[in-house]
């Protein structure tokens, strides 16, 4: 399954979302709606970190 993930710079939170953030804990790598399951979430975060 291929999940496209689009980047954008962003200047307020919309209401529903929320942020993932790296292993530190201090910058965000994800934004995410709400409704994102949270498995749908960390097989995104497992593909990104492998292609790094």
Do not use: C, F, N, Y
């Amino acid at each position: 399954m291929r999940i496209a993930i689009t980047v954008e710079r962003v200047h307020s939170i919309p209401r529903g979302v929320k942020m993932v953030l790296d292993r530190s804990g201090e910058r965000p790598i994800l934004w995410v709606h709400t409704d994102v399951p949270e498995a749908i979430v960390r097989r995104v975060l497992d593909a990104v970190q492998a292609e790094q």
